[in-house]
Each structure stands twice: as structure tokens, then as C-alpha cells.
């Protein structure tokens, strides 16, 4: 499966990520001394379910890697031209792609596991769309400072995920409403909005369960669309604010330094050994 990694947007004064930026996409902002958005890369590499990498809203020049076979594509404008061109680049790539990851530049938390999770997780039913989404407790013990939003339901509190996977289908049908979908998509409730007011009511009064949000907002779409539950919570995890900021730097750069101790035990391990001959 190949993978479209969205990373066009650049913070304008006033978002709360402009004085990291620099006036440059968000996605290259530092965390843990490398670009966010190199972090996503490395787990895509590491998956062994993915194929091709698409990056787009980022120039070549930026230096990006991946072992993982790179291809880029320039901002389209909005989001959702942004996900066609990447669909459409996938289709080019391999005729016959039926489903893509969607994995946003801004969750450098995730691993190569959680990827490759996702994808066997989706790939055992054949539906339209697969949302991922967290409960609350799960996120709030991982990251318990990150203050995230949370949809409240009848049977859960949940926050959606930034890591999903679509059918290429989705990126020639009902156009319109993933627009107003993804422009709605930091609003549950702009969100439900769109796909009908006796649902917004419904979550309004915690009376409907996600499954039962999920059967009604895929009939009123037209799709098949089916939610995923995620028990780890760094797909989830997006940076939007300066504290997430932090919470990714503090949190990143810890991993690293307990990989290099490790790395340095294992190399005195072999070098004793090799000694001991």
C-alpha cells in the first residue's frame, strides 16, 4: 500500500505555531533536532506494508529521506486537491491501488508497528473508509498534558486520528462533502453538521454511540465507512499547539537518547564478546 503524507501547510501570524516555523511549512519544523515531518518518514520506512511514499506541499530540495521510495508533489491549495493529486500520483504509480494510507506530517510520534498495524487492522474488511480514533483514557495516559478535543458519545470520548486509510474511489465521489468535511475537521460538531442535523442533535445529548454515528454518517455520505479503534495513542497525538510542540520535542528526544544507550550497550556486548574468542 502506498502512502500520502500531507504536509502543505505553512502557519500564518496569528496560528499558533508561526514563531516556529520561520514563515516555512510546519512540517519541517525541528522536534528532537529534526524536521516533524522526518519522524513520519522513518515509520513509514520502517513499515513493512508500505510501498511508495508521496509527500506533498514540500519541495525535493528539503533534504527529506526515506528508505522507502520518495516521490513529491507541489501544494495544490487545500487539502483535499492535495489528497486527489496524491491518490491519482498512487493510481500512476501502481494501476491497480485500491486503498492508500493518508498520514498527516504533523503525528512524528508514530512507529513502523503502528503503521503496520493499521493497514492489517483495515485490510480485513472491505469498506470505503477507516477512521481511527482514541479513547480518552488512552491518550490522556500516554500524553496526559495534551489537552486534546474529545467527541462525546453515548458509549465513548474519543479524538480522531491523523494516520487513516481510504479506497481510491474516495478521491472521485462526493467531493463536496469531504470539503466541508475537512474543513470542519477540528469542529465534531461542524462536522456532524454536515452530515445531518438529527445526528448533531444526537451527539449533543451523548444519545447516539460511535458505531451508530459511524452506520448513519456513512448512509447519509453514501460510503461504507467503518472505525478503528487505536489502543496506542501517537497516531492520534498531532501537533497543533506550542505545548503539543513540546510534549513531541521532551518526548522524542528521550526515545532517542534511551536508543543510543541501548545502541552502546549492544556494541560494548559485541565487542566483549568478540574478545572473548
Not at 8 to 14: S, V
Not at 127 to 135: A, I, R, S
Not at 224 to 247: N, T, Y
Request: net charge positive; aromatic share 6%.
Amino acid at each position: 500500500m502506498d502512502a500520502i503524507v500531507t504536509a502543505g501547510g505553512i502557519p500564518q501570524p496569528g496560528d499558533p505555531l508561526y514563531e516556529f516555523s520561520n514563515g516555512s511549512s510546519k512540517a519541517l519544523i525541528d522536534v528532537a533536532g529534526k524536521p516533524m515531518v522526518q519522524w513520519v518518514l522513518d515509520a513509514l520506512g520502517n513499515s513493512t506494508k508500505v510501498d511508495n511514499v508521496i509527500v506533498i506541499g514540500i519541495s525535493p530540495k528539503s533534504g527529506l529521506t526515506c528508505t522507502k521510495p520518495l516521490h513529491y508533489i507541489s501544494n495544490q491549495g487545500r487539502m483535499l486537491a492535495n489528497i486527489v493529486a496524491g491518490v491519482n500520483k498512487c493510481i500512476e504509480l501502481n494501476k491497480k491501488s485500491e486503498y492508500v494510507l493518508i498520514v498527516s506530517s504533523d503525528i512524528p510520534a508514530i512507529k513502523g508497528e503502528m503503521v503496520d498495524w493499521l493497514v492489517e487492522t483495515a485490510m480485513e474488511t472491505k469498506d470505503d473508509l477507516y477512521y481511527g480514533v482514541c479513547p480518552q483514557e488512552v491518550m490522556e495516559t500516554r500524553y496526559p498534558e495534551s489537552h486534546r478535543t474529545y467527541t462525546k458519545l453515548k458509549d465513548a470520548q474519543v479524538c480522531g486520528a491523523d494516520m487513516n486509510v481510504i479506497h481510491v474511489s474516495m478521491a472521485t465521489t462526493h467531493l463536496d462533502t469531504w470539503e466541508q468535511l475537512i474543513g470542519s475537521r477540528k469542529s465534531p460538531l461542524r462536522s456532524a453538521a454536515v452530515i445531518g442535523f438529527d445526528i448533531l442533535f444526537r451527539m449533543f445529548i451523548r444519545q447516539i454511540t460511535l458505531q451508530e454515528l459511524v452506520e448513519k454518517a456513512s448512509a447519509r455520505i453514501g460510503i461504507k465507512g467503518r472505525a478503528i479503534f487505536w489502543s496506542q495513542a501517537e497516531p492520534c497525538m498531532d501537533v497543533d499547539k506550542p505545548h503539543q510542540l513540546e510534549i513531541m520535542r521532551e518526548d522524542l528526544a528521550r526515545q532517542k537518547k534511551k536508543a543510543v544507550a541501548a545502541e552502546k550497550r549492544l556494541n560494548k556486548k559485541m565487542n566483549s564478546a568478540a574478545k572473548g574468542k
